[in-house]
């Protein structure tokens, strides 16, 4: 976990010098994307994130009751015959490789990938992460937060990974005070 932040401080700081080195417009458009925004896009870059989807959602399903043998525990799940590494190496793979598709698309959009499995965990009151409705719920919760960017009544272009986060942040807060 402190490698990952420590890489993310080296990428962000390395953000932040390409913003201020950059031309004024590129570092404009970049400040954007690096907000999170659907602004501009168009089907071209929805059709790169369903192509990818198509192509990578199967193998995500292959390999889900694996993975639910993973919660037994790794000496478990190997006693069952799962080979952990190969099955946790797959599925990074198929995970990073989604989240960059559709973060090159619109850039980073906080909290969807946290807050869809969880609501859909709840609402369907099962032990087992449902990927394709976590999915669907992640599209819904987009379209709400970008809905409410455009319908808010002030004069203000939210970008839509704002608005998420802040929608984000109460979840959690919810959370945490419902877990007490």
Known sequence: MLTGIGV????????GLLLVKGEIDSAITGNLWLAGSLHART??????VFAGVVLLLPYAKLFTSAMA?????????QSVGIRVLKLRLIMTLIGVALAALATAATGPIAFIALAAPQLMVRLRNTANL?????ALMGALILLIADLISQLIPIDVN???GRVC????????LWLITRSR
Do not use: M
Not at 69 to 77: D, F, I, K, T, V
């Open 8 to 15: 993310g401080a080296i990428l962000s700081a390395f953000n």
């Open 43 to 48: 089907w071209d870059h929805a059709f790169a």
């Open 69 to 77: 043998g993973l919660e037994l525990g790794e000496l478990r799940a």
């Open 130 to 134: 449902p990927i394709v409705s976590s």
């Open 158 to 160: 939210l970008p839509i």
């Open 165 to 172: 986060g802040i929608i984000g942040g109460f979840y959690l």
